[in-house]
């Protein structure tokens, strides 16, 4: 069942390894860090929109850059704009929706992290577990709905265009 080890030593540095592997964990999911456990948590989606500042009392805060989602919405509104056909255009970028997508993403996920941050450092254990819920099943339950509304959405489409005809 079990691996036979050579020495006491080799045994000794394996168990190592492994305290230092789980207190990395635990420091992810305790949110010690905001930044990088939301990384972890989004797939790298919310790092161009975080950054950490030092405030007045010498204590790190993750802070939302504004900047860099206003230059996003402002090229897409202006790759709409400058499209030649305005019609289709608008259109195609209506069913694309990359900016806004991007920006509701970030949004649902800030939001679900911050309740999740909330009850996980909650004294209440059924807080706890609520927490650590949240973390593994909220991204599972909104990729389901958002599949289900992008079905209903192409059949509203699918039908009002049959309709037109």
Known sequence: MGRNYESLEELKRKKKLLKDEIHDLEALLTF????????AFTNGLSDQYLQEKVDDDGEEKTVIRKDVIAKQLTSEVKGMLL????????????????????????????????????????????????GAALIYVAP???????????????????????QLI
Do not use: C, H, P
């Open 32 to 39: 010690k860090n905001t930044k990088e456990s939301l990384s």
């Open 83 to 130: 499209n030649k056909n305005t019609a289709v255009g608008l259109a195609s970028s209506a069913f694309s929706g990359n900016a806004i997508d991007g920006i509701i993403k970030l949004g649902v996920t800030a939001l679900v992290a911050n309740y999740a941050k909330k009850n996980m450092k909650s004294s209440n254990w059924k807080k706890k577990v609520l």
């Open 140 to 162: 599972i339950a909104l990729k389901f709905v958002r599949k289900k509304l992008e079905n209903y959405q192409k059949t509203k489409s699918v039908s009002s265009m049959e």
